[in-house]
């Protein structure tokens, strides 16, 4: 089943990964629990995609490789999509880093430590984003 | 000796016999004509014979003499050459002229046949010159015969007197002729003519020809023997208007003191002028040595009045003061320049007069151009009979150089003194057998005392495992080489042991030889604990930057392993066989997450929280999760707690877990060793920290530099993770304090101590802030 092949009755959410293992894991949770999902592979595609779409929300893994890491991800979206401010979810593999804690104790943004459960995952969607 | 027989004493003229007449004018004439032949006499005994002879005429006497006592002895006069008197009579005369008489007095002769008058002589001072005797056959001496006696004696006084007088003249002028012929020194006599009146024997015998040859010859006959230059006839006349005159001549390789005395005479062939030349050629000679080395030697004389005022100087002094020639220095009185202070001036001269001579006297001089001249003075003084210093001599020497030198050398002694003294370093010397000679100002500083020191082997100091090091250092040393940074343990003055860095340096003799050895000592326990850590917290940030980017990297698979086994397990086509061993999948992924986030723990920087945290209660609350199992165990817990610690910045959870594994691991240590268990618990404050001590008497730790190390770990397998005081140290770390462990010195057990900073009322405050926000 491949999700960008089959129209969505409603916005899909974004999800910002540059591993693939763990973006695969991640949309295919969300996809049973019959969420859209869009999958970007760097924060820089991650943007690019938010500019044209309209999506339901925003997860972002924090250390990704490139210009723009979560950090940037979720500033942008503050400035330039301030509707989405408040939908985004954070996904942290290094909480010991001081940026990551820096970042996640200045905004009330939720923030998935890896490795997270099915329903850690499931559950701060639903709280965040709503029910598909 | 037989006593004569008396006729009569004193005058026989009152016997009253008559005397035979003769006219007295008779007497008168010859009288007056033996007063003339007695002026003319020059020769005493002829004109007493004469006398003796005229008398015995006059008075009829058979025979007369004069007896003169000369000396002790008794000279007969007789006026006839033939005495009629025998041996035997002679005799008895000479023996009765001995004896003193006041006036006339007539003796028979012994035999009775004739008489003797006998009369004194006396010279007008009344001394005895000697007896008038007179021999006639026995007629009585008539009163104007005893008074013709009595004008004989006077007569024969007066002769005797005036001869005398005249041949002590002739005497003495003779003497006085031959002490003058006796002088050395040449004498000549010169009139205002410019004739010799007279010379002494040296200076004819010099010329080779008789002193009366000379008389009458011109003084100038006498120029070849010194030269005055003088343009009189006489060459040692300079000018006659003085009565002295007192100069130096040469001539003939001679050098002459010539003494010149005039004297005036009633008219001018009578005035005289006297010279003296006193050969002073060998003075001279050695005055001129004395002179020479007086002016060549090289250390400065002077004669100088008791006031300082110079009198005599030589060379070397006038050049030592920087004067430009004696003269200069002796002009006018320099004492008040020479002296830089008067006290110095009046100091030298007490010390003068107290004693006199003064040796190695150091005083400092100025030169004329203001320049200070060092000397040292050696100085006498010359008294005069009472005692007051009248003339000051003395030696100088210019001891500028040697001052100079030595007060650089005593600089550079006091440099090294200094160097040596206030060097942090402990610096020793050794002799090449290893015994300590001397130590520095430092060693004494540090505790050691004198005793423990010289003369003891410094490698007795030297922890015994590391004695033989030392001694091969020293041997190194011994053989010339420098051994440099030799680190070893060695005993401290408290006995406690110190980590000491050694330089031993060879010192070499004359001959060099290396016969001491110079070791330098520094205690570097302080910085070398302090590299240890250092050290430590470098390598525990390195083992904390390669952790956090392994779990990062293990997280994300781990993400997709537990996300894809949950997906599996809820996925209800999986049979229930594979279901199980996603059971075990899922539980080990589980543990694996538990491994990385303990590895995070340790790697974090900061707290998770930061709020006031009372240590004290965050221990109580601890010790409370354990005290079943403690107290079930018999391990006793003893609490120091000082209630006044203060309170640190952080997050108590991540405290209490710290606090937890440190108790935890001091409980599996005692339960190991057996031991009744007993571990102290103390707080206190030191400076700015916070400080907990765990102190535990369990088996101690096997590496405590290691201990903190993840995955370091003596426990038994699956006993734990190895990662739990790894966990103390991160969380310790991020709350900025630091974390430390070693087995306790003497005893059995370890120490852990946690430090934290103390919140300050700034950092407070600003939590406060955060916390309210």
Known sequence: MNATAIPRPAAAILVIEDEPSVSAFVTAALQRRGYAVVEASSGAAGIDKLRSGAFAGVISDIRMPGDINGADVHAWISKNRPDLAARIILISGDTANSETQSLLASSPTPCLEKPFRVQQLISTVEKTFGKP | MREP?????????????????????????????????????????????????????????????????VGNRIELHAGAAESPLSLSKREWLLETLTQKRPGLEILELPGGSRLVALYPIHAGDGE????????????????????????????????????????????????????????????????????????????????????????????????HIAETRSALPCPFCRDTREARE????????????????????????????????????????????????????????????????????????????????????????????????????????????????????????????????????????????????VQIRGLMLDVTEQKMFQSQLQ????????????????????????????????????????????????????????????????????????VDNLE???????????????????????????????????????????????????????????????????????????????????????PITAREDLQIILQETQRTKEIVQDLLSFA??????????????VLRQTLKLRSYDFSSHGVEVIEEFDERLGPTLGDAQQLQQVFLNILNNAYDAIQESGNHGRIRIRTRRAEDDVEVAFIDNGTGV????????????????????????????????????????????????STFVVRLPAATETALAAAAKEAGR
């Open chain 2, 488 to 574: 070893l343990r060695a005993r401290r003055a408290d006995a406690s042991l110190g980590h000491f860095s050694i330089s031993l340096s060879p010192m070499r003799d004359e001959a060099n030889q290396v016969n001491n050895v110079v070791v330098v000592m520094t205690d570097i326990t302080d910085a070398a604990l302090l590299q240890a850590k250092l050290a430590h917290s470098e390598k525990m940030a390195t083992i904390g930057r390669l952790v956090s980017g392994v779990a990062h990297e293990v997280n994300n698979p781990l993400a997709a392993i537990l996300g894809f086994t949950d997906l599996l397990l809820e996925n209800p086509d999986v």
């Open chain 2, 128 to 223: 005895l010159m000697g007896t008038l005797c007179l021999l006639r056959k026995k007629t009585a001496f008539s009163p104007a015969e005893e008074k013709l006696l009595s004008a004989l004696a006077s007569h024969a006084a007066l002769s005797m007197e005036k001869v005398r007088r005249f041949s002590q003249l002739e005497r003495s002028k003779k003497q006085w002729v031959e002490d003058i012929d006796a002088i050395s020194d040449y004498i000549a006599v010169h009139d205002q003519a410019w004739r010799i009146v007279r010379t002494n024997r040296s200076l004819a015998t010099q010329l080779g020809i008789p002193p009366a040859a000379l008389v009458g010859e011109p003084i100038s006959s006498l120029r």
């Open chain 2, 702 to 749: 096997v590496d405590p530099e290691r201990i903190f190390d993840p995955f370091f770990t003596t426990k038994q397998a699956g006993k734990g993770t190895g990662l739990g005081l790894s966990i103390c140290y991160g969380i310790v770390r991020a709350h900025g304090g630091e974390i430390l462990c070693w087995n306790n010195e003497g005893e059995v057990g």
């Open chain 2, 604 to 617: 974090r920087q900061r707290p998770t929280q930061k709020e006031p945290v009372n240590v004290n209660s």
């Open chain 2, 5 to 69: 027989k008396r006729i009569s004493a004193r005058h026989t003229a009152a016997s009253g016999r008559k005397a035979p007449a003769r006219p007295s004018q008779n007497y008168s004439q010859e009288l007056m004509e033996l007063a003339v032949d007695a002026a003319n006499s020059r020769v005493l005994p002829e004109f007493l014979r004469r006398f003796a002879q005229r008398a015995a005429e006059m008075l009829q006497g058979e025979w007369a003499a004069v007896a003169e006592i």
């Open chain 2, 246 to 389: 007192e100069y130096v001549a040469t001539g003939a390789g001679r050098t002459f003191l010539v003494s010149t005395s005039r004297t005036r005479g009633a008219t001018e062939e009578e005035s005289r002028t006297i010279h003296v030349l006193k050969d002073i050629t060998d003075r001279r000679e050695a005055e001129r040595r004395y002179r020479e080395l007086f002016d060549s030697i090289q250390e400065g004389l002077f004669f100088a009045t008791p006031e300082g005022q110079f009198l005599d100087v030589n060379d070397a002094l006038v050049r030592m003061l920087g004067y430009d020639s004696a003269e200069d220095l002796l002009r006018a009185d320099v004492s008040a320049h020479l002296y830089p202070t008067p006290a110095a001036k009046e100091r030298l001269a007490n010390a003068i007069a107290k004693h006199g001579a003064l040796r190695n006297y150091e005083e400092t001089l100025r030169r004329k151009d203001g320049g200070l001249l060092h000397t040292q003075q050696n100085i006498s003084a010359v008294r005069d009979p009472l005692g007051n210093v």
């Open chain 2, 411 to 482: 600089r550079e002694r006091d440099f090294n003194q200094k160097i040596l003294n206030t060097t942090q370093s402990m610096i020793l010397v050794l002799d090449t057998a290893g015994l300590i000679s001397y130590a520095n100002r430092r060693c004494y500083e540090a505790g050691y005392r004198e005793h423990e020191l010289i003369g003891h082997r410094l490698v007795d100091w030297v922890e015994s495992s590391h004695q033989n090091d030392f001694e091969a250092a020293l041997q190194t040393t011994a053989h010339g080489q420098q």
